[in-house]
């Protein structure tokens, strides 16, 4: 995304020029033309960087970053003064007050251009390390930051632990998961807990956002879940459960998508209920299906998406689940997965790996194991974006039916 | 991300352009914030238009979930505008269709906030 800067000035002429100027170098140009315009735009859209004129009538320069540094949001926006030649005691004055740079008026365009991409290019690991900073308060040191990545890193391997360490063992069933984190510790997590009565149950989620937030979140749903999955049986009363609680401790725009289910081999069956998760796909050969039911032996390979539920959970106390029971047969696979899969995007055209891709490598891949099968998707979608770097979590989990039901 | 805010008969049009996602997002938190913040209680009626979104995250649509509830609590209305695509996907598989109304039509869309 084209970065944006805001030019201040009350020369409109020169606003005019910076403008075409910048918009040609392929910057986002938002203008203000006096410090209060300045102040409200810069906190309204958090723009780059400033390019911020000092001698200004009703608010100068210096009152303006005076201003924007007490702002946690524009704290660290980085500003580039324009000055007139002379005033040297104001360039050092600037500097002092925090601005990143200066420029002299009448300045050329190109050397403003390239003052402009050496500013971000220092400012921008400040940009995200700065809310962190902010979170942590005004104790912020070099050790804090040193204490900190010990402690991201200890919370990553928390985590680890979190997730199941060897795929789950079910007669009749062939079952693997893998998580790519796309930070040290992540939002997304899968588990699966054996039940008292030989059925297996089964969660995939996603918790909004990324990161330190998001992984809290995860470890609370996790444990909530555990204890919740042994104490209701149908999986429309587990995430009911566990949105209650999420409405109850967090605001409403911490929320997670996710599908819980339970495997039943005695039956055959998949209950579940999708609290706003992109839909499991259920591919059933139903040739093969037909053939050991019918005995008939046309038929094609079919994808059911699995939506029954309600909405995402944990934003909303009257949310509703339903349940839905699926029937499976030998030979049939179901693919779990979180949004950062049908999301990523391609580093030539930024186009999303989306789900029509993901229904093809599942076709495609689907008489290899369940591990192959994560592995093969994992493989084709880190083909599929290329150079670009992983955005979000990606997580993945495929439950295949292999042999006949036991009768007993 | 680019927000532009109109009013129309009363009503809050925020023309949201680009990407809503992650931290790119919180712009348009603050936007809608300080816009609730700005207006009576009651008084708020407010329009998305998402017709130039090109994407949306879970951190997108934690924003939108948000001033739902925030609006909601103050006895206002928000509404979508536009809605398609990616967009319309996530909002359909969060099964927050049930919540938000949409439009296609700016005109009927302003027209349902004055009918309620």
Redesign the interface.
Same mark, same amino acid.
């Given at each position: 995304?084209a970065q944006?800067i805001l030019a201040v000035d009350d020369d409109l002429d020169i606003l005019d020029v910076l403008e075409m100027s910048l918009d040609s170098d392929g910057f986002?140009v938002i203008t203000a033309s006096d410090g209060l315009d300045a102040i409200e735009k810069a906190?309204?859209?958090?723009p780059d960087l400033i390019l911020l004129d000092l001698m200004m009538p009703k608010m100068d320069g210096f009152e303006v970053i005076d201003n924007l540094r007490t702002d946690s949001?524009t704290r660290a926006i980085p500003v580039i003064m324009l000055t007139a030649r002379s005033q040297v005691h104001e360039k050092l004055q600037g500097l002092d007050a925090g601005a990143d740079d200066y420029v002299t008026k009448p300045f050329d365009l190109k050397e403003l251009t390239a003052r402009i991409k050496a500013v971000l290019g220092r400012t921008e690991p400040a940009k995200y390390i700065n809310?962190l900073i902010g979170a942590m308060g005004d104790w912020f040191s070099e050790t804090g930051v040193e204490q900190l990545a010990a402690h991201l890193k200890t919370a990553a391997t928390i985590q680890q632990r979190l997730l199941p360490q060897a795929p789950p063992r079910l007669t009749g069933f062939d079952i693997d998961g893998i998580l790519r984190s796309s930070t040290s510790v992540s939002g997304d997590f899968y588990d699966f807990i054996p039940l008292d009565d030989g059925s297996l149950s089964l969660v995939i989620a996603?918790v909004? +956002?990324?990161g330190i937030p998001a992984a809290l979140l995860m470890v609370m749903i996790r444990t909530a879940l555990r204890l919740v999955c042994r104490q209701e049986s149908s999986p429309a009363a587990v995430i009911k459960s566990i949105n209650d609680l999420l409405v109850i401790d967090t #605001?409403?725009?911490?929320?997670a998508?996710m599908v819980y289910g339970i495997l039943d081999p005695k039956s055959l069956t998949f209950t579940y209920s999708n609290?706003?998760?992109?839909?499991p796909l259920h591919l059933t050969d139903a040739k093969a299906h037909k053939k050991r039911i019918f005995g008939v032996r046309d038929g094609t390979l079919k994808i059911h998406q699995l939506?029954t +539920?309600?909405?995402?959970a944990g934003?909303?106390d009257f949310a509703e689940f339903e349940n839905e029971t699926v029937q499976l047969a030998v030979g049939d696979t179901i693919l779990f997965y979180t949004?950062g899969i049908t #999301?990523a995007e391609r580093d030539t055209d930024n186009a999303?790996y989306g789900e029509e891709r993901l229904q093809d490598a599942i076709r495609s891949s689907r008489d290899m194991s369940a591990a192959m099968i994560c592995k093969t998707i994992e493989d084709d979608l880190m083909h599929f974006i290329g150079k670009k770097q992983q955005?979000?979590d990606l997580t993945l989990v495929v439950v295949k039916a292999t042999t006949d039901v036991e009768e007993d | 991300?680019?927000v532009g805010i109109r009013r129309k008969e009363g009503v809050t049009v925020l023309d949201i352009e !680009?990407?809503v996602i992650?931290?790119?997002s919180?712009?348009l938190?603050?936007?809608i914030d *300080?816009e609730i913040r700005s207006l009576q209680d009651g008084e708020v009626k407010m329009l998305l238009n998402m017709g130039q979104v090109r994407?949306m *995250?879970?951190?997108g649509? !934690?924003?939108i979930?948000?001033a739902? &509830?925030s609006i909601q609590r103050r006895g206002g209305r928000i509404a979508l505008l536009n809605v398609s695509g990616?967009i319309n996907s996530?909002i359909v598989?969060?099964?927050?269709v &049930?919540?938000f109304d949409r439009y296609d039509d700016e005109e009927k869309a302003i027209l349902s906030f004055h009918e309620a």
């Open positions: 995304m944006t986002n906190k309204s859209h958090v949001q809310p996603d909004r +956002g990324k #605001e409403p725009d911490l929320f998508t609290a706003g998760h992109c839909h939506s +539920g309600g909405m995402v934003s909303f949004d #999301e999303f955005t979000d | 991300m680019n !680009g990407r992650g931290s790119e919180f712009a938190k603050s936007i *300080d994407a *995250d879970s951190s649509l !934690g924003i979930i948000a739902y &509830t990616n996530l598989v969060s099964k927050l &049930t919540i």
